[in-house]
């Protein structure tokens, strides 16, 4: 919100800036306000009386947007992204104000507040029964996605009875990421080592596996293309994909259970190309 000071001096600049007012006044156009007019002329009082009337009107309206707000947010059941949202916001051994679902953070700094959001990724999906909402989380440790521990995920279940809508289920899924293995024929460029080329290539898959969006679809095609940039790769074809969900041979594309894979074992059959 705008202080009464704020305003005052947007009209001041607005004023000054008018050739029309600067010619009456005999002042340039553009100049500095305070250089031409106190703080007891009458020109300086109209604008504070004029500052304070709309910021009283600027105070209204804020209270009225909270209300209706409020309002929607009483009547209207929640879209999953406000539960992903609110999964984001839940801070760790902390209560929730009374009748809300919203924290007293007034006696918090900055890196508190951070300290205590330990869910670093989230997601609500809604099944096709519509009453069953799966939220999957994760938090993070030395930079890695890190399943929640298991006071933290008592304090998130109970967070999450308190604030979600009546008669919405909700399936928390807190897991282990799930292991991606894979086999592959790599045709490299026989001018370069053969090492150097395996040791870029297994960089690229954990970069593209451990990098995916949090519950984004991991894809053969992609993985592909990610080899094949690869210096000195000249064909890339994967002979099998499997994550522990879903071991069927060969993945083509599938949203893993979890949220998040892990490089697990990775066998690339290295074959020279001229």
């Excluded at 106190?38 to 910021?55: D, E, H, M, P, T």
């Excluded at 440790?141 to 279940?157: A, I, M």
């Excluded at 053969?220 to 994550?243: F, R, S, W």
Aim: charged share 30%.
């Amino acid at each position: 919100m705008r202080t009464i000071e704020q305003i005052k001096e947007t009209i001041a600049v607005d004023f000054m800036n008018n050739e029309t007012v600067a010619d009456m006044f005999g002042f340039p156009a553009g100049d500095n306000f305070a250089a031409h007019f106190s703080k007891v002329s009458i020109i300086n009082i109209l604008f504070y009386l004029f500052a304070s009337a709309a910021w009283v009107l600027e105070q209204f309206f804020e209270s009225h947007k909270k209300e209706v707000e409020a309002r929607i947010d009483e009547t209207i059941p929640h879209r999953p992204k406000w539960y992903r949202d609110k999964v984001l916001g839940f801070m760790k051994d902390m209560t929730l104000i009374p009748d809300t679902d919203d924290y007293d953070t007034s006696d918090m700094s900055d890196s508190d507040i951070e300290a205590a959001k330990v869910v670093k990724h989230a997601v609500a999906v809604e099944s096709s029964d519509a009453s069953l909402l799966t939220i999957k989380v994760a938090g993070e440790e030395s930079g890695r996605k890190r399943p929640l521990d298991d006071e933290t995920e008592r304090q998130l279940t109970a967070y999450l009875s308190e604030i979600k809508d009546a008669g919405v289920r909700i399936n928390l899924v807190n897991e282990e990421p799930e292991k991606f293995t894979c086999d592959a024929d790599i045709y490299y460029n026989a001018i370069f080592s053969e090492n150097d080329v395996r040791e870029r290539c297994e960089e690229a898959i954990t970069g593209y596996i451990e990098n995916l969006p949090f519950n984004g679809e991991y894809s053969d095609m992609a993985l592909t293309d990610a080899l094949q940039a690869v210096e000195g790769v000249k064909v890339v074809h994967l002979t099998k994909t499997e994550i522990h969900s879903s071991p069927k041979g060969t993945l083509v594309i599938c949203t893993p259970s979890a949220g998040y894979l892990e490089k697990g074992v990775v066998t690339l059959n290295m074959i020279a190309h001229d």
